[in-house]
């Protein structure tokens, strides 16, 4: 079945820098990439997603890149902000049944 | 416009006793997965749901779980006789049909087994 790594497992940024996290797949055949924050307790909540025939999609802050070749994703926040601060997951498309598969996460902290 | 509901939002079940977690997808929505996540992992697939029909059950456990999405009301998750290890966040999240990839997920049931 699908492969899905992300990393880093935490990241630490001030106010106003970067924030960069990267998920890699293994199934070639996968075509829908989205990334879910979820602040503590709460639900996973959907905030930028990409599919297999677009490179780049940006949305305000966040924007996301895929390379297909390399089989790899990456999620872009700029500008950070404290309200930033949450677990962002990766998940990958799998199979004619729409499932997605999940990274391990990532909990992002911005500090003041 | 609701989102997807989830109920009860927290259930305290005794081993061996049962637990039923409902989801009511988004209006419009015909397709409901089921996911579990363990504190401080992410989510697993559990099952996939069409309206009467389980279209992929890959990520149940093979005894105990079971899942249906009846032609009225919500879809129903059921856990029978619960262990200790059943005790995580169950999310129910719902798409459009299959030309959506889409999926929005609903508040979670944390299940607690004592």
């Known amino acids: 079945g699908e492969n899905v790594e992300q990393h880093p497992s935490t990241l630490s940024v001030q106010e106003g820098d970067s924030a960069v996290i990267k998920c890699t797949y293994s199934d070639s055949a996968s075509n829908y990439f989205p990334w879910y924050k979820q602040e503590l307790g709460k639900r996973p909540q959907l905030i930028i997603d990409i599919r297999s025939n677009v490179g780049e999609k940006k949305d305000q802050r966040i924007a996301v890149t895929l390379n297909k070749t390399a089989k790899h994703f990456s999620l872009h926040i700029t500008e950070t902000q404290p309200e930033d601060s949450a677990v962002y997951f990766c998940?990958?498309?799998?199979?004619?049944?729409?499932?997605?598969?999940f990274g391990t996460g990532t909990r992002l902290q911005v500090t003041l | 416009n609701a989102g997807v509901m989830q109920n009860p939002r927290h259930l305290v079940r005794r081993r061996g006793q049962e637990a039923r977690l409902r989801c009511s997808p988004m209006k419009g929505h015909s397709h409901v997965y089921w996911y579990r996540q363990l504190p401080e992992e992410g989510l697993k697939f559990m099952v996939y749901?069409?309206?009467?029909?389980?279209?992929?059950e890959s990520g149940m456990p093979k005894e105990r779980f079971s899942a249906e999405f009846p032609k009225e009301g919500p879809s129903i998750l059921r856990i029978q006789q619960v262990v200790r290890g059943d005790s995580a966040a169950y999310f129910c999240a719902s798409s459009p049909g299959t030309a959506s990839y889409e999926q929005y997920f609903g508040p979670g049931t944390r299940l607690t087994v004592t």
């Open positions: 749901l069409q309206k009467e029909n389980i279209i992929d």
């Open positions: 998940a990958v498309h799998t199979g004619t049944a729409s499932k997605l598969t």
